[in-house]
Structure formats: structure tokens, C-alpha cells
T-cell receptor, first 113, second 112 residues
Framework: EAQVTQNPRYLITVTGKKLTVTCSQN?????MSWYRQDPGLGLRQIYY???????DKGDVPEGYKVSRKEKRNFPLILESPSPNQTSLYFC????????????FGPGTRLLVL | KQEVTQIPAALSVPEGENLVLNCSFT??????LQWFRQDPGKGLTSLLL?????REQTSGRLNASLDKSSGRSTLYIAASQPGDSATYLC???????????FGKGITLSVRP
């Protein structure tokens, strides 16, 4: 089944404790991206990747890192999480080309205490 | 900077009603427009994708139209059902990085 998977789905952590949210897609998509969703603010792009080893900042990259060493994986790294990073995070992927549909993962709900 | 607006933020209708959800965007230089459905606490499901060269797309009881020049799209839901209750998000793809810019969504409640 074609899908985007994220792990973990739920995470409670404390300020400053490094964490990684994994994202994997099995559709051989070139383009992958991370979004966060907050009440009243909607979905905003954090980082995106056009292909392996090619990443760039979205609208709200502060406090996040990403890497794209393999085509199928695009992990989101929070080196020193803070409470303002409490949010619902979505990973998405699509084939290269702006006309393609984006497919979203199920989301990761993060609470930073 | 592209901005996407969806008004109203919430809508409640009786079952069986035909309804229209509106979306507007400020920059008409889009590649496409996509409508998504999001159930509470869940991910996003793509409903319809309209390319910039198209005027509308249909899937079952859903019909989405696009007027790129005026910066508007509508999602028409025929014969609404309680199972249609969800948040509907509109998003446009624009820019050199072909980024999706989302509206804040319309939360629809269909009363039995």
C-alpha cells in the first residue's frame, strides 16, 4: 500500500531533550516536506527536500533540522525542544513536479513540557 | 506572499443539504489547488486536485471549481451526510519551491 508513515505518533518530552521524528514513504517520491499545524495558525511548512541531499527552509524552520540521506526517509530533528514546539506535525511527499498531488502522513502529536 | 482564506471557520447544516465551501487566494500564479479533508486528530486526505489550467474536478458527491483569475475556489458537496462532518482545507501550490500554502480550514458539522 502506498503510504507515508511517521513515528512516533504521540510523544511527550521535556525541554531540551533532543528528539527525532521519522518519516518514510514507499512511493519513490522525490519531494518531501514537513509541516506543523497549530490552532488558529493552520498548517505551515517547516522544511522541504527536492531530492536526496537537497533540503531548504520553509516558513518556520527555527529550532528544527532535517536530513535527506536516502530518498525514502526525511527525519525531523529537534535538537533542543521548547514548549512553543508543542504541535501536530505532518510529513508529506510527492513526485517531482509542481503539478503532483501531495500525500500526507498520519501526523505526530508532540507535547514539550 | 501567498495567503489563503477560508470563511466561515465553521458551518453547521442539516443532513441532505447541498452546500458550498469557499476558498480565496491572493496570488493567482498557482500551479494547482487542492482540497483536503481532516478528521479530528487525524491526517489529511486529498479530496480533489485542480490544475491551474482546469476549471473543475468531480469525485462522487464532491465538485471543486477554480477561477484562477479571481483567486477563488469552491467545494460543492451534494446531499450532505453526517459522515461528511470534518474540517475541509484548501491549499494552493505556488513559488519556485512549489510549496503548499494552506487556508485555516472550515469545520463542517452535518446534523442528522
Amino acid at each position: 500500500e502506498a503510504q507515508v508513515t511517521q513515528n512516533p505518533r504521540y510523544l511527550i518530552t521535556v525541554t531540551g531533550k533532543k528528539l527525532t521524528v521519522t518519516c518514510s514513504q514507499n512511493m519513490n517520491h522525490e519531494y518531501m516536506s514537513w509541516y506543523r499545524q497549530d490552532p488558529g495558525l493552520g498548517l505551515r511548512q517547516i522544511y522541504y527536500s527536492m531530492n536526496v541531499e537537497v533540503t531548504d527552509k520553509g516558513d518556520v524552520p527555527e529550532g528544527y533540522k532535517v536530513s535527506r540521506k536516502e530518498k525514502r526517509n526525511f527525519p525531523l530533528i529537534l535538537e533542543s525542544p521548547s514548549p512553543n514546539q508543542t504541535s501536530l506535525y505532518f510529513c508529506a511527499s510527492r513526485r517531482s513536479g509542481a503539478l503532483e498531488t501531495q500525500y500526507f502522513g498520519p501526523g505526530t502529536r508532540l507535547l514539550v513540557l | 506572499k501567498q495567503e489563503v482564506t477560508q470563511i466561515p471557520a465553521a458551518l453547521s447544516v442539516p443532513e441532505g443539504e447541498n452546500l458550498v465551501l469557499n476558498c480565496s487566494f491572493t496570488d493567482s500564479a498557482i500551479y494547482n489547488l487542492q482540497w483536503f479533508r481532516q478528521d479530528p486528530g487525524k491526517g489529511l486526505t486529498s479530496l480533489l486536485l485542480i490544475q491551474s489550467s482546469q476549471r473543475e474536478q468531480t469525485s462522487g458527491r464532491l465538485n471543486a471549481s477554480l477561477d484562477k483569475s479571481s483567486g477563488r475556489s469552491t467545494l460543492y458537496i451534494a446531499a450532505s451526510q453526517p459522515g461528511d462532518s470534518a474540517t475541509y482545507l484548501c491549499a494552493v501550490t505556488t513559488g519556485a519551491n512549489s510549496k503548499l500554502t494552506f487556508g485555516k480550514g472550515i469545520t463542517l458539522s452535518v446534523r442528522p
